[in-house]
């Protein structure tokens, strides 16, 4: 069963940055790159939402709350996921989850990771 583990939240000011990131373990390099990777962010009281997904070629997506201030990549060799946000706001506050989908039954989260904007 994949493993995947974050890491990178913290407390940081509006306006300021952070960088995330998710490894896999117990998943192959070859299988890895063909996952889709996905963060997601669960605020109190809400429901647990996609902020940016990327594909196995590479394809990205972002919610509209986060477009051009968030960025998701990935590095298949190192079987690792990164989630660049900058431009932080109030409203980012959350917990951060990593999602590994290769289809049907085959889904994995992390425990997540908590991101905290506030001055």
């Known amino acids: 069963q994949v493993q995947l583990v974050e890491s990178g939240g913290g407390l940081v000011q509006p306006g300021g940055s952070l960088r995330l990131s998710c490894a896999a373990s117990?998943?192959?390099?070859?299988?890895?790159?063909?996952?889709?990777m996905g963060w997601y962010r669960q605020a109190p009281g809400e429901q647990r939402e996609l902020a940016a997904a990327?594909?196995?070629?590479?394809?990205?997506n972002y919610a509209d709350s986060v477009k051009g201030r968030f960025t998701i990549s990935r590095d298949n060799d190192k079987n690792t996921v990164y989630l660049q946000l900058n431009s932080l706001k109030p409203e980012d506050t959350a917990v951060y989850y990593c999602?590994?989908?290769?289809?049907?039954?085959?889904?994995?989260w992390g425990q997540g990771t908590q991101v905290t904007v506030s001055s």
């Open positions: 117990r998943v192959s390099g070859n299988i890895f790159r063909f996952y889709t």
């Open positions: 999602n590994a989908d290769l289809g049907g039954s085959n889904k994995y």
């Open positions: 990327i594909t196995r070629t590479g394809s990205t």
